[in-house]
């Protein structure tokens, strides 16, 4: 079985900073594309960054040049730096991953279940 489990999140104001994590543990063959959504009420669950396993990288265009996406293939762990967060930014972050479990299955999506973020002054 493959988990997603995901920290780093909680509450900071306007301006401020917070780093999430997203550790991939269980059968794991090999991982594909990791990337981070979010969901806040009321609202679709949208895409925020994504990176290849080569390291290419794709964000939203509310996040571009405040956040930062990165992973370390070793540990099957993805990060997301948050910096100059806004309120709009509140939301609950899903961490997802594209995952073989063998070395012929196909890969499949895999979700963590989310972390809070809430930007208030």
């Known amino acids: 079985q493959v988990q997603l489990v995901e920290s780093g999140g909680g509450l900071v104001q306007p301006g401020g900073s917070l780093r999430l994590s997203c550790a991939a543990s269980g059968s794991i063959f090999g991982i594909n594309a990791m990337g981070w959504y979010r969901q806040a009420p009321g609202k679709e669950r949208e895409l925020v960054a994504a990176i290849t396993s080569g390291g290419s990288t794709n964000y939203a265009d509310s996040v571009k040049g405040r956040f930062t996406i990165s992973r370390d293939n070793a540990r099957n762990t993805v990060y997301l730096q948050m910096n100059s967060l806004k309120p709009e930014d509140t939301a609950v972050y899903y961490c997802?991953?594209?995952?073989?479990?063998?070395?012929?299955?196909?890969?499949?999506?895999?979700w963590g279940q989310g972390t809070q973020v809430t930007v208030s002054s």
């Open positions: 997802n991953a594209e995952i073989g479990t063998s070395a012929l299955a196909p890969l499949r999506d895999y």
